[in-house]
Structures are given as C-alpha cells and as structure tokens.
C-alpha cells in the first residue's frame, strides 16, 4: 500500500508563487510515476502535471505548461510541484498521484487533497 499527503496550498495573490510537496511512504514509490491533477468546484478532475520514476521525463497540462514545475526528489520519497504566475482560474484542490504504471485519472493511489486559492 502508499499513502500520499500533500501539503504547501493555501491563499496566494495572482501572480504569486506556490510550491506544492507530496510526500509518499508504502511500497516503494521511487519506482513509480508521479503526477498532480487538481479539480475546482463543479469542474471534472483535470490533468496538471506528471513525471516519470526517475524525474527525467515530465508533461503538462495546457493550462498550466510554461508556469507550473513537477520535479521529485526520490531519496525524499517526495515529488513537488512549483507554481508560478498564479492566476485565479487555477485555484482548485490539488491532488498527488501514484501508479506501479502510468499516472492517469484512474491512476491507484491518491492524496487527500490540498486547496489552492488565488484571489484576483
């Protein structure tokens, strides 16, 4: 089994910065892909960000490629996601996620979540 919390969201200004950690602790999850999605309120869960067991392949969302980082730290068992350029469309909950072979929406281990707010 993996657990996975993240923290680092919170209330930001637009154009500020965040980063967000999602430690992980279970199996060994050095090995697996990592991502980010996030989903606002009445809005389907939406692809942010993911990368590969040994960070050297990454992808992005549209909305978010060009401002938004994911980079992991596998001795830390942690992968972080370091927000830029905030704009108010991006505040959501923010989840990690984990899988033995891809990361996707249906990926089999999940964070519980943490809120992103950008007031304008």
């Known amino acids: 089994q993996v657990q996975l919390v993240e923290s680092g969201g919170g209330l930001v200004q637009a154009g500020g910065s965040l980063r967000l950690s999602c430690v992980a602790s279970?199996?060994?999850?050095?090995?697996?892909?990592m991502g980010w999605f996030r989903q606002a309120p009445g809005k389907e869960r939406e692809f942010v960000a993911r990368i590969n067991w040994s960070g050297t392949r990454t992808d992005y969302g549209n909305s978010v490629r060009g401002r938004f980082t994911i980079s992991r730290d596998n001795a830390k068992n942690t992968v972080y996601l370091q927000m830029n350029s905030l704009k108010p469309e991006d505040t959501a909950v923010y989840y990690c996620a984990a899988d033995r072979v891809a990361v996707s929406a249906s990926s089999e281990y999940w964070g519980q979540g943490t809120q992103v707010t950008v007031s304008s």
């Open positions: 279970g199996r060994t999850v050095s090995s697996y892909p």
